[in-house]
Every structure is written in C-alpha cells, then in structure tokens.
C-alpha cells in the first residue's frame, strides 16, 4: 500500500517551498521513496542564487535487524533561471549519496 505525504506550500522570506513524498513498503524490511520538492529562493538568501529549483529523488530502505537502516538515495537536481549548481556553472546536478542509520 502506498502512502503519499505532502506538505502545503511554506511561505519562506523571499520564496516558496513545497514537498511531496510517496512511499511504498514491499515487506517489511524493505521500502521505497519517491520525494519531489520545489523551492523559489527569491532573494538567494537560502542557497546564494536567486533562482527556482526542483529536486526529485528515489530511495530504496532496507533494515539489518531491527537497529541498522541502509539508505541508498539517487537524486536529481535542476535550476531554472541560471546555473546553481557546481559553483554557478550547471544547471542540472545528480548525487548518489548512502545512509546508514543506527537505532538505539
């Protein structure tokens, strides 16, 4: 079954943001996640550009045990109104980035 999680816009000083996540349990030590957020950073005062960005991102969860989370996470970011990313150079940026979380 799948849950679908989503904030209502937030009223930032110089922008807007919103999210929206989808998760699906397979069983249960695994899950997915599928999480696409926006952000108009009006005023370049949250990321130092002052441009709008996406990010959308999925992510797989599978427990060790009862104590140790595993967190892959792929995940896509863009700009649209001038190159954020790698220092002001590009507009789009992917990252593979891995969680381990203990529980205690």
């Not at 079954?1 to 699906?24: C, E, F, K, S």
């Not at 949250?46 to 995940?75: A, C, D, N, Q």
């Not at 507009?91 to 980035?97: C, K, P």
Request: proline share 3%; aromatic share 14%; with cysteine.
């Amino acid at each position: 079954m799948a849950i679908l999680r989503a904030r209502p816009n937030q009223v930032l000083r110089g922008g807007a943001a919103a999210v929206n996540y989808l998760q699906r349990e397979f069983s249960k030590k695994n899950y997915i996640s599928i999480r696409n957020d926006v952000l108009a950073d009006l005023k370049a005062q949250h990321t130092g550009f002052k441009t709008k960005y996406s990010e959308h991102s999925i992510m797989w969860g599978h427990w060790i045990g009862t104590s140790v989370l595993f967190r892959p996470e792929l995940r896509f970011e863009h700009s649209y109104d001038l190159p954020a990313c790698d220092s002001g150079t590009k507009s789009n940026q992917f990252t593979f980035a891995v969680d381990v979380i203990f529980k205690f």
